[in-house]
C-alpha cells in the first residue's frame, strides 16, 4: 500500500454501524478501555489482598507509590471534604496511564495480527480517539454540576449561573459566560488528551515508513520522550479533575 494509504489504515477505527453516523461505536476503542479498566483492576485488588504489614516490595510497593503519590496531590488541590475524589483520581490517573502506554507496543504488531484474523481495522490506542476522552470528561462534567448543586444548593448554584461576575444587571452575559466556562472545562480536558496521543500516534505512523535503521533510531528516542508525554498527560487529566471538582466544592 501506499504511504497515504499505510497511514489512513492505522489511523482508522474498528467500527461497528455506519462510519459517518453519530451511533457508529468503535470496537476497538471500547475493548481496549474496558480490557486496561480490567488490568487496572486486576494489579490493585490483588495487591489488596496480598498486602503485608511489613516493608512492602514488588506489586505492594507499586500500588502504595502509587496510592501515596495521588492522595498527595488530593491533598495540595482539593479544599473539600468527599471520598470519592481521592479513588477518582487514582483510577484517572492509572487508566489513562494504561491507556496511553499501549501506544509504545511494536507499532505494527497488533494490527498485523489482527489482520491475520481477518480484522481490517485496529487501532489499540483508546486515548487517541475522540470519543473516548470526551466520555472521560463529560464523566468529571457532571460531577462537577452534581457537587456544584449538592455543595451550594439549587439556589446558591443559581446565583453562581446568573449573578457572577457582574451582578444583577448583566445577568444574560452572566450566564452566557458562566455556560462558556463551565463548557469549556470538559471540552479542554477531552481535547488535550486527544491530540496529544493522536499526534504522537500519527509520528509513529510516519517513523514507520522510513528505512528500517532510520525506524530504530528516531522509533526508540521517540519513544523515549513519548513515556514522558504519556505520564505527563495522565497527570494533567487527573490534576485539573481535582483542581475542578475543588471549585465546585467551594461556597463563595
Known amino acids: 500500500m501506499t504511504a497515504s494509504e499505510y497511514i489512513k489504515h492505522h489511523l482508522g477505527h474498528l467500527t461497528l454501524g455506519d462510519k459517518e453516523t453519530f451511533w457508529a461505536i468503535h470496537l476497538d476503542t471500547m475493548f481496549f478501555s474496558i480490557l486496561l479498566g480490567a488490568v487496572f483492576l486486576f494489579i490493585f485488588i490483588r495487591a489488596a489482598r496480598r498486602v503485608t504489614t511489613g516493608v512492602p516490595t514488588g506489586m505492594q510497593n507499586f500500588v502504595e507509590i502509587m496510592v501515596e503519590f495521588v492522595d498527595q496531590q488530593v491533598k495540595d488541590s482539593f479544599h473539600g471534604r468527599s471520598r470519592l475524589i481521592a479513588p477518582l483520581a487514582l483510577t484517572l490517573f492509572i487508566w489513562i496511564f494504561l491507556m496511553n502506554i499501549v501506544k509504545l507496543l511494536p507499532y505494527d504488531l497488533l494490527p498485523y495480527l489482527a489482520h491475520m484474523a481477518g480484522i481490517e481495522y485496529l487501532r489499540i490506542n483508546p486515548t487517541s480517539d475522540v470519543n473516548a476522552t470526551l466520555g472521560m470528561s463529560i464523566a468529571v462534567f457532571f460531577l462537577i454540576i452534581f457537587y456544584s448543586i449538592y455543595i451550594k444548593g439549587a439556589g446558591g448554584f443559581a446565583k453562581e449561573m ?16 458562566k455556560v462558556v466556562e463551565e463548557i469549556a472545562k470538559p471540552v479542554s480536558l477531552a481535547l488535550r488528551l486527544f491530540g496529544n496521543m493522536y499526534a504522537g500516534g500519527l509520528i509513529f505512523t510516519l517513523i514507520a515508513l522510513l528505512p528500517w535503521w532510520i525506524q530504530w533510531t528516531l522509533g526508540l528516542s521517540w519513544s523515549l520522550f513519548k513515556l514522558l508525554i504519556i505520564t505527563l498527560q495522565a497527570f494533567i487529566f487527573m490534576v485539573l479533575t481535582i483542581v475542578y471538582l475543588s471549585m465546585a466544592h467551594e461556597d463563595h
Request: charged residues 5%; proline residues 12%; without cysteine.
Open 162 to 177: 446568573f449573578l457572577k461576575p457582574f451582578g444583577v444587571w448583566f445577568l444574560p452575559f452572566n450566564f452566557v459566560l
